[in-house]
């Protein structure tokens, strides 16, 4: 606890638990490249991402929630640093493998890669998929967006941000092992037609932000469960799922309404989901057994960077919540 004030040392954060390397339980993957986003006709600033939200992440806490009574000081998360190579293509090759590496760590729970464009989720689909074919699961990818992001690769044939998901669906390995994928809270002035129709050709399944804000909440005294919308339909979701099953959740934060997350690439201009929606997802996902992979998308410190990025922080935190709760239940 060096460098911390004498009257602060009884209030540790998540700083105090993140180490570098790849041997946590949670492990921290930076990808600060928005090429991708400038590729499919985005604004710049993405790229700023993973450093930015290292500046709030270790401020956020406490190392125990009393709300919640979880504890993350028994939590190992290691930081493996960003991707650091001249061209997307090679980025993108680079965190595929690194991703699966992780995947592999006897003692990792999550993964957790922080973007940078959404051109990310292929790379992190790649090596999920390649994990759940060399371990007999049944690959699930949920796409929490704004957008469907199914578009084709651009003019010179290369992936871009807008169409991670078409290279998912499209997979000769995600389609053999019986794959599943939803695009959740998405938003109908976002999609085109022919990508909803493309996601359904697929046997994809499309929950939508109108659809959840139709949704009757169900009442819950577990001070755990979720009591929104949304964290009720993404708990639904993930329960929906067996035990051949392993899950990637893809967090594009355009997702989010723009009154709480104003800083990514596309705010989200049809309601989105509320910040408190997007903390449950956080928690959840970290709860999940069958969750193995997160990443966060379209982070954009250069539109803005406080409001937002207190936020993306308080969503990992809550997702590490959920990983110790997580863990602590298989000790039971």
């Not at 990637?248 to 990514?264: L, M, R």
Request: hydrophobic content about 35%; some cysteine.
């Amino acid at each position: 606890m060096e460098g911390i004030p004498q009257f602060k040392k009884d209030d540790p954060k998540l700083g105090q638990i993140i180490t570098e390397g790849l041997d946590g339980n949670i492990i921290i993957i930076g990808f600060p490249f928005d090429e991708g986003v400038m590729r499919n006709g985005g604004r710049r600033g993405a790229e700023l991402g993973p450093d930015c939200l290292r500046r709030f992440i270790p401020k956020i806490g406490p190392l125990v929630n009393a709300e919640l009574n979880i504890s993350l000081e028994n939590l190992t998360i290691s930081d493996y640093g960003n991707i650091d190579l001249e061209t997307l293509e090679e980025a993108h090759e680079k965190l595929k493998n690194k991703v699966y590496i992780g995947l592999k760590k006897p003692q990792q729970v999550m993964n957790f890669v922080i973007g940078g464009g959404n051109d990310q989720s292929w790379p992190n689909a790649q090596a999920f998929i390649s994990y759940c074919s060399e371990n007999s699961y049944k690959p699930v990818v949920i796409n929490i967006d704004a957008h469907l992001d199914v578009r084709q690769l651009d003019d010179h044939n290369k992936v871009h941000s807008g169409c991670p998901f078409r290279l998912v669906l499209e997979d000769p390995i995600f389609q053999s092992l019986e794959g599943k994928f939803t695009e959740f809270a998405c938003q109908g002035s976002q999609c085109a037609k022919a990508h909803v129709e493309f996601v359904e050709e697929k046997q994809g399944r499309l929950v939508w932000i109108g659809q959840i804000r139709r949704r009757p909440l169900n009442p819950t005294s577990n001070i755990k469960e979720p009591i929104t919308q949304a964290g009720q339909a993404f708990k639904e979701l993930l329960d929906s799922f067996d035990e051949s099953h392993r899950v990637f959740v893809s967090f594009d934060v355009d997702s989010i309404d723009s009154a709480y997350c104003p800083g990514v690439s596309c705010p989200s201009v049809d309601g989105g989901l509320t910040s408190k929606e997007a903390v449950e997802i956080g928690f959840l996902s970290g709860l999940s057994e069958k969750v193995v992979l997160m990443d966060m998308s379209e982070y954009n410190p250069a539109a803005e960077d406080q409001r937002t990025g207190r936020l993306l922080a308080n969503i990992f935190y809550y997702m590490c919540l959920g990983v110790s709760a997580r863990m602590s239940n298989k000790l039971c």
